[in-house]
Antibody, heavy 122, light 106 residues
Framework: QVTLRESGPALVNPTQTLTLTCNFSGFSLTTEGMCVTWIRQPPGKALEWLGFIDWEDDKFYSTSLRARLTISQDTSKNQVVLRMTNMDPADTATYYCARIMHSEYRYGMDVWGQGTTVTVSS | SYELTQPPSVSVSPGQTAKITCSGD??????TYWYQQKPGQAPVLIIY???ERPSGIPERFSGSSSGTTVTLTIHGVQAEDEADYHCQSADSSGTGFGGGTKLTVL
């Protein structure tokens, strides 16, 4: 069974750096075609793609947020970490990680975590 | 570019057919994906590569593509289909989502 679970702080001060962890199981990020992606959703608003990391450890980021984002992985722990610098109240959102399995779904995100809500406020 | 346009809302009576569109200039060259999201829940993939349906997704959900517009069709809408629906397009360098459509079952 494939599962993903996000974890991290629920409250972040403005200008701080947010660090979120995605713990996954049921697949390996070293398997060809596997990716883990991050998406966020501000309250009542649309989904916004942030970036993804693939089986070759290549990273791809949203053009608008590229300067603030870093995605990394720890394959031994089955973890993907998202770091976002200089947090602002506009970054308040539910943050999701999800799997992309190219071989089956191309860029479709077939399994999602439950999401973690992050509020940016002083 | 992943600029995708969806209608904010669509309403349909139970048993009727709902159509939700997603428009974007790059859609003729990119696959589209559709997600269903119910309140307080994560999105669920319901259509991939324009027309394919993951296992476990009811047959009443289908996708089609024509030029710069893709359409999610739900035949025989049920009360449980009331949700937000999001389209997504992607290429090798990234992906993007539409603004989402709230489907109301009257």
């Amino acid at each position: 069974q494939v599962t993903l679970r996000e974890s991290g702080p629920a409250l972040v001060n403005p200008t701080q750096t947010l660090t979120l962890t995605c713990n996954f199981s049921g697949f390996s990020l070293t398997t060809e075609g596997m990716c883990v992606t991050w998406i966020r959703q501000p309250p009542g608003k649309a989904l916004e793609w942030l970036g993804f990391i693939d089986w070759e450890d290549d990273k791809f980021y949203s053009t608008s947020l590229r300067a603030r984002l870093t995605i990394s992985q720890d394959t031994s722990k089955n973890q993907v970490v998202l770091r976002m610098t200089n947090m602002d109240p506009a970054d308040t959102a539910t943050y999701y990680c999800a799997r992309i399995m190219h071989s089956e779904y191309r860029y479709g995100m077939d399994v999602w975590g439950q999401g973690t809500t992050v509020t940016v406020s002083s | 570019s992943y600029e995708l346009t969806q209608p904010p809302s669509v309403s349909v009576s139970p048993g009727q057919t709902a159509k939700i569109t997603c428009s974007g200039d790059t859609l003729p060259t990119q696959f589209t994906y559709w997600y269903q999201q119910k309140p307080g829940q994560a999105p669920v993939l319901i259509i991939y590569k324009d027309t394919e349906r993951p296992s476990g997704i009811p047959e009443r959900f289908s996708g089609s593509s024509s030029g710069t517009t893709v359409t999610l069709t739900i035949h025989g809408v049920q009360a449980e289909d009331e949700a937000d629906y999001h389209c997504q397009s992607a290429d090798s360098s990234g992906t993007g989502f539409g603004g989402g459509t709230k489907l109301t079952v009257l």
